[in-house]
């Protein structure tokens, strides 16, 4: 069983920037659909980027599209978030998260805190 491990938040200012990362280890996740969620309080946990095995198709939620550009470095089970302009309503837990197919459950680290002051 492999582990995702998430960091890079912290607290930024309005229209900063932030780099996460998620470190998979345990197993290569070479092939896996790979994914950012997010969860702000009272929320519900939300999809916003995920792109597959090969790196090519990346697809992002309308609320952070032109913002936000994922990545991957298959070479060393490495998952990227670029975060750019951000904004107060960012703020929320990431997860990383893995997945086999789209058959398949996905994977989860345990979260990295972002917070975005006005």
């Known amino acids: 069983q492999g582990q995702l491990v998430e960091s890079g938040g912290g607290l930024v200012q309005t229209g900063g920037s932030l780099r996460l990362s998620c470190a998979a280890s345990?197993?290569?996740?070479?092939?896996?659909?790979m994914a950012w969620f997010r969860q702000a309080p009272g929320k519900d946990r939300e999809l916003i980027a995920t792109?597959?095995?090969?790196?090519?198709?990346?697809d992002y939620a309308d609320s952070v599209k032109g913002r936000f550009t994922i990545s991957r470095n298959n070479a060393n089970n490495t998952l990227y978030l670029q975060m750019n302009s951000l904004k107060p309503e960012d703020t929320a837990i990431y997860y990383c998260a893995a997945r086999y197919n789209s058959k398949t459950s996905y994977q989860w680290g345990q979260g990295t805190q972002v917070t975005v002051a006005s």
């Open positions: 345990g197993r290569t996740y070479r092939g896996y659909d």
């Open positions: 792109i597959n095995g090969s790196g090519f198709r990346k």
